[in-house]
């Protein structure tokens, strides 16, 4: 790992020289790229462990198939350094190619993005990205190396080979689509789960228009259509929120954070949301601000979340000089601008980290309450 810290670095120092030159796909991926795939342990020179120019059905090419015993496990299409990655069409080429060979990663990147898709999702191709990774410090917003390192390290041949990446895909999607059946359910619920809710409470005296209501509440959809429909926001330029923190310009709401997010990086989001909301059920409430969705409880600020592509922003209302062993992904911005509100700010881009930072969320609930 320590290579691919050193190559990204040096890679990132370089950037805004190499975008001056407006590389090609070919320099890009001779400069960028395989620096990057061998910094991952790929050996690009081995074409038993990649295969260049990988032949597909339709009789054209992804540049390069990364393979574990001979067999290709991850597609990697590069893109020249210029290009935004978003056109639908290579995005469905790539996913579409992968999924028809029985390889269930794809990656789509121009070597500064980097996007990971599970092909085998039974969804639309541009819904199958899990997650992104972005080097420009530009999208990274003072998030440290090491942690886009350790995102980036999940399609090393290492972790690739110990199925690292197979157990986060399954975890994320999984979550995702019982996450959307439950609120499915919750927000139209069927007689039958009315019913299984009131036996397991073990109290007749429960209607189920109680019941019903009750699963609303707890879904936020009361919450949610609260909220005015929220505009496209302003081109012009949002200042950022310091510690007192500003008015944003416009209104806002879910969608504006979620949409176009990788599935990941919603997961994780949902995992916050659903510990901030139990922590007092409902009596917590979401704001949506332009860069930040706030907890309040009593009108008090506990929690702020700012959803970026490959992880989480969150701030809370705790001195890191105070914290107990504080976790390596916290770090102290009582003296930088920031987002949201609260001295305390931590970078989140797995499950783990964000387990460990429930007893930190839980703690800035508890001081203001």
Same mark, same amino acid.
């Given at each position: ?23 090609? +796909? ?10 990057? !795939? ?42 020249? @350094? ?9 995005? *469905? ?46 999208? *990274?917003? /003072? ?37 959307? %059946? ?18 397991? %409470?073990?109290?007749?005296? !429960? ?40 008015? *944003?310009?416009? @209104?806002?709401? +879910?969608?504006? =954070? ?8 919603? %997961? !994780? ?6 510990? &901030? ?19 309040? =409880?009593?009108?008090?600020?506990? &929690?702020?979340? =700012? ?13 890191? /000089?105070? @914290? ?12 930088? /601008?920031?987002? /949201?509100?609260?001295? !305390?700010? @931590? ?9 460990? %930072? ?12």
């Amino acid at each position: 790992m320590q290579r691919l810290r050193q190559t990204v670095d040096a890679l990132r120092a370089k950037l805004d020289g190499l975008r001056k030159q407006i590389l090609k +796909e070919t320099p890009t991926r001779t400069i960028i790229i395989d620096p990057i !795939l061998e910094a991952l342990g790929w050996d690009v020179r081995d074409p038993n462990e990649v295969q260049l120019e990988y032949p597909t059905v339709d009789g054209k090419s992804v540049d390069y198939a990364l393979k574990i015993n001979q067999e290709p496990v991850v597609l990697v299409e590069a893109k020249a @350094l210029g290009d935004p990655l978003n056109n639908v069409k290579d995005v *469905t080429q790539v996913v579409g190619y992968a999924s028809n060979d029985g390889i269930a990663w794809c990656i789509l990147t121009n070597g500064i993005s980097w996007k990971v898709y599970r092909s085998m999702e039974q969804c639309p191709a541009p819904e199958k990205l899990m997650f992104e990774v972005s080097l420009d410090p530009r999208d *990274t917003e /003072g998030l440290p190396t090491d942690q886009l390192v350790q995102q980036m390290w999940r399609f090393s041949r290492e972790e690739v080979a110990k199925g690292t990446l197979d157990a986060l895909g399954e975890q994320t999607f999984t979550d995702g689509k019982v996450q959307k %059946a439950l609120d499915a359910i919750m927000l139209d619920p069927p007689r039958q789960f009315l019913n299984l809710i009131r036996k397991v %409470a073990d109290d007749s005296t !429960l209607a189920p228009r109680q019941v019903r209501d009750s699963l609303g509440r707890i879904a936020g959809q009361a919450r949610t259509e609260a909220q005015p429909p929220a505009p496209k926001p302003s081109k012009g330029p949002v200042r950022r929120s310091g510690r007192r923190g500003r008015k *944003t310009r416009g @209104l806002y709401n +879910e969608a504006h =954070h979620l949409e176009d997010k990788p599935q990941q990086a919603v %997961a !994780l989001y949902r995992s916050i949301e659903r510990f &901030c909301l139990s922590l007092r059920p409902n009596e917590i409430v979401r704001q949506y601000k332009a860069k930040s969705i706030n907890f309040e =409880h009593a009108n008090r600020i506990f &929690c702020s979340v =700012h959803v970026l592509k490959g992880s989480l922003r969150v701030w809370l209302k705790l001195k890191y /000089g105070r @914290l107990e062993n504080p976790p390596p992904f916290a770090r102290d911005v009582s003296q930088v /601008g920031h987002w /949201g509100s609260g001295d !305390l700010e @931590l970078g989140l881009n797995d499950f783990s980290q964000v387990e460990a %930072a429930t007893p930190l969320i839980r703690q800035s609930f508890e001081a203001l309450t």
